[in-house]
T-cell receptor
Framework: AQSVSQHNHHVILSEAASLELGCNYS??????LFWYVQYPGQHLQLLLK??????LVKGIKGFEAEFIKSKFSFNLRKPSVQWSDTAEYFC???????????FGDGTTLTVKP | DGGITQSPKYLFRKEGQNVTLSCEQN?????MYWYRQDPGQGLRLIYY???????QKGDIAEGYSVSREKKESFPLTVTSAQKNPTAFYLC?????????????FGSGTRLTVV
């Protein structure tokens, strides 16, 4: 079965620090990859996605992620975080054309003002 | 505005009771999903449906049942057979069965067994 691993459960950063959240998956075939974000009191929402083409994907609010097939990784990055980025972040993977996603356990990001 | 509506927001169930969680979408999405979220854990798939009148079990389907009689609706029943039903339940939908587009989520239902 597919599995998704997020390396950090809780990350604490100061404003303007750079962010990288790790995500690794186990499936060796074609994948679609996603990062979702849940801000306090809000719905889970899609941050960015990869399904083909340029492995460096840009999403909303200055986030980006890089798909490295050889490492089975899809790490999320942001050069300079803001207090408003405080949220829980989930990595998710679909296998090929199958619509259902497998999620990681999530990473809680706390940004200190 | 288009979106997914889950109701109720909070639900309390007595031991041995079945309860039904509602999920309605007006996005004209083909596929719908139910996930369960427990503290410190990711989302685990309960059931999913890629087309009306068809659905498949996810990773933790035991003790749950669903129906998909209309494209807009995908209710989840938590039966008395579910050993540990206290959790946060999320409904999601996607635009196509191919899975490339990502999910739109509802706001969730928090179920507590009392």
């Amino acid at each position: 079965a597919q599995s998704v691993s997020q390396h950090n459960h809780h990350v604490i950063l100061s404003e303007a620090a750079s962010l990288e959240l790790g995500c690794n998956y186990s499936y060796g075939g074609t994948v679609n990859l996603f990062w979702y974000v849940q801000y306090p009191g809000q719905h889970l929402q899609l941050l960015l996605k990869y399904f083909s083409g340029d492995p460096l994907v840009k999403g909303i609010k200055g986030f980006e992620a890089e798909f490295i097939k050889s490492k089975f990784s899809f790490n999320l990055r942001k050069p300079s975080v803001q207090w408003s980025d405080t949220a829980e972040y989930f990595c998710a993977v679909n296998e090929g054309a199958v619509g259902k996603s497998t999620f990681g356990d999530g990473t809680t990001l706390t940004v200190k003002p | 505005d288009g979106g997914i509506t889950q109701s109720p927001k909070y639900l309390f169930r007595k031991e041995g009771q079945n309860v039904t969680l509602s999920c309605e979408q007006n996005l004209n999405h083909d596929a719908m999903y139910w996930y369960r979220q427990d503290p410190g854990q990711g989302l685990r798939l309960i059931y999913y449906s890629q087309i009306v009148n068809d659905f498949q079990k996810g990773d933790i389907a035991e003790g749950y049942s669903v129906s998909r009689e209309k494209k807009e609706s995908f209710p989840l029943t938590v039966t008395s057979a579910q050993k540990n039903p206290t959790a946060f339940y999320l409904c999601a939908s996607s635009i196509a069965r191919g899975g490339n587009y990502g999910y739109t989520f509802g706001s969730g239902t928090r179920l507590t067994v009392v």
